[in-house]
């Protein structure tokens, strides 16, 4: 099975988190590759879809992983006590 790339838009604000879960359930049981590099915004549904299909994925023994985070998204997960979604995202400090 090929990984398949999803490319996460620039705000996941509440909107977007309906169209992200949709997104995610339609990849579910194939490799997944999260692309977070465009993220300016996360908020507080996004992160639940997001730890919600990383555990899924876990229970069904594939892949998922997030590649390229962009600032804002590390300053994201680690403010809201996630950076474990995106293990390079606890290399990005937290701007004062």
Same mark, same amino acid.
Do not use: N, Y
């Given at each position: 099975? #090929?990984?398949?790339?999803?490319?996460?838009?620039?705000?996941?604000?509440?909107?977007?988190?309906?169209?992200?879960?949709?997104?995610?359930?339609?990849?579910?049981?194939?490799?997944?590759?999260?692309?977070?590099?465009?993220?300016?915004?996360?908020?507080?549904?996004?992160?639940?879809?997001?730890?919600?299909?990383?555990? #899924?994925?876990?229970?069904?023994?594939?892949?998922?992983?997030?590649?390229?985070?962009?600032?804002?998204?590390?300053?994201?997960? #680690?403010?809201?006590?996630?950076?474990?979604?995106?293990?390079?995202?606890?290399?990005?400090?937290?701007?004062?």
């Amino acid at each position: 099975m #090929t990984d398949e790339t999803l490319t996460l838009g620039e705000s996941l604000d509440m909107t977007a988190a309906g169209p992200l879960h949709k997104e995610l359930l339609g990849r579910r049981g194939k490799p997944v590759t999260i692309d977070a590099s465009q993220v300016r915004r996360i908020g507080g549904q996004c992160l639940q879809v997001l730890l919600s299909a990383q555990s #899924t994925w876990a229970a069904d023994g594939a892949d998922f992983q997030i590649t390229e985070p962009s600032t804002e998204f590390s300053d994201g997960l #680690t403010l809201m006590g996630a950076s474990h979604l995106a293990p390079a995202a606890a290399l990005s400090p937290v701007q004062d």
